[in-house]
């Protein structure tokens, strides 16, 4: 007989969840003294916000998707699954907030507070509001105009007050202008580029008025917005004023592509702020990922370096940054795995598949546990910003992120409509979920793939 099916087996799973229910809590609740006790008191260093090495970082509850796989992996007898899920929610990350009246946001960072500080740990919220976000697709919303966000904005800065927190100011808000976006200016995406400059502007000087509040701009990611753009549109936005960037939020490039590209980022804002060094204004003259350098091609990113090593001058870099390690232990897909057998995907398709690797891609695993002992004087700590096992969206060819040549490889049950197949994700087999909602099968593979492992 099955060993699920017998009923020793079922006890066994029964107990097995009720301790990893009882450990996950335990984990989230249980004061580490001394780092408790240096995240509590952590003070603005130099000027800035910087965290000392040993801060402990918020545990939130578990998502509920989450915990209705870990109960039903055990009551399957897979406990080796489930508990690697619950290690996964048993990990610090972050607490996003995503929209409700200003009363409704202040409530629920209120809440976070306290459950922050039972832990006695740090807290990263993730503001994630602003008018048009996501270019109104996958995650599309935030609030109705400017005024609706600067007051939202308003609430959050308030209730937050003088704890100490980090807060991630609008993911893809500056890698994703108005301007970048392909409906841009039409009557469905009414918004322009001085008001996202704006809004991202006017969160970073409310929230950067707490007294013990991080402030992280959007710096995208390696693979993203080259060097020169990026800096020029955090410099816009006031990143000068805040703690820094964050990097690669809910994207897959690898820690060390990203911290070199951060740096890269961080001396061009000391060139380009510095009057006395001849790039002083001249943000697009900066050298980056793309030129010299080529952006697939690691081999050439030490040109880049050199040419930073020659040009600074007497400029000091030093505006930090924070990287979201939630989905990169295993880096960012190249998709060739799609052009050998059995699927033998031709050239154009895997092309395809790999433009569009940020959405859900196969093979992916959790990354470097939330630390801010680095060792990289301007990384000032690896987090999980993006939720894992929560989907990037319902990725497809119909929006222009999957492509497949089903006459190649195909699977029963699979779609045979040319109307079916655009809304099916061949990767996974499945029609992804919307985002934000959970993805167990994506979650069940970052937890088995992570590096460090969590066995």
């Known amino acids: 007989m099955p060993r699920k099916h017998h009923p020793l087996a079922r006890a066994l799973a029964a107990l097995t969840l009720a301790a990893l229910t009882l450990a996950t809590a335990a984990l989230a609740a249980a004061p580490a003294v ?56 048993a990990t610090p990350q972050a607490v996003w907030l995503t929209g409700g009246t200003p009363a409704q946001v202040a409530r629920q960072v209120r809440t976070t507070l306290a459950e922050a500080a039972r832990e006695r ?41 003088n704890a100490h927190v980090v807060v991630i100011v609008e993911p893809d808000a500056l890698g994703n202008m108005p301007s970048d976006c392909a409906v841009s200016g039409s009557g469905s995406y009414p918004f322009t580029d001085a008001q996202r400059i704006a809004e991202v502007g006017y969160a970073a000087t409310a929230l950067e008025a707490g007294p013990h509040t991080g402030v992280y701009l959007d710096g995208t990611n390696s693979h993203w917005q080259a060097v020169g753009n990026i800096t020029q549109r955090l410099l816009e936005a006031g990143v000068q004023h805040t703690q820094g960037f964050f990097l690669n939020v809910s994207n897959y490039q690898s820690d060390a592509a990203l911290t070199t590209y951060g740096t890269w980022v961080s001396d061009c804002i000391a060139m380009s702020t510095d009057p006395a060094n001849w790039a002083y204004g001249k943000e697009s003259d900066c050298a980056g990922q793309y030129y010299p350098a080529t952006v697939d091609d690691p081999s050439t990113w030490a040109l880049t370096t050199a040419w930073y090593q020659q040009n600074m001058g007497d400029a000091v870099a030093d505006t930090h940054f ?80 999957r492509a497949w040549d089903y006459t190649a490889y195909t699977q029963p049950g699979w779609p045979t409509t040319a109307a079916s197949q655009a809304l099916f994700d061949p990767l996974w087999g499945i029609d992804d979920p919307a985002a934000g909602a959970w993805f167990p099968q994506q979650a069940l593979q970052l937890a088995q793939k992570a590096d460090p492992t969590l066995r």
């Open 322 to 401: 924070v990287i979201d390690s939630s989905r990169n232990g295993q880096g960012a897909n190249n998709m060739q795995t799609y052009a050998a057998a059995p699927y033998d995907q031709p050239s154009s398709v895997t092309s395809a598949l790999f433009a569009g690797n940020w959405c859900n891609p196969s093979g992916a695993g959790l990354g470097l546990r939330p630390t801010a002992d680095t060792g990289v004087p301007l990384l000032d700590a690896y987090l999980w910003i993006k939720t894992p096992g929560q989907s990037d969206g319902q990725c497809d060819s119909a929006l222009g992120v």
């Open 121 to 161: 740990a740090v807290p990263v919220l993730v503001a994630y509001d602003i008018p048009g976000r996501d270019c109104a697709e996958y995650s599309a919303g935030g609030a109705a105009d400017q005024t609706a966000y600067d007051a939202w904005i308003s609430a959050v800065a308030k209730a937050i007050g």
């Open 34 to 89: 001394a780092a408790a006790d240096t995240a509590a008191a952590a003070a603005p260093a130099g000027g800035g916000r910087a965290l000392p090495a040993d801060t402990r970082f918020f545990t939130p509850p578990p998502a509920s998707g989450s915990v209705q796989q870990i109960v039903r992996l055990a009551r399957k007898g897979d406990l080796a699954d489930a508990a690697l899920l619950a290690r996964m929610e």
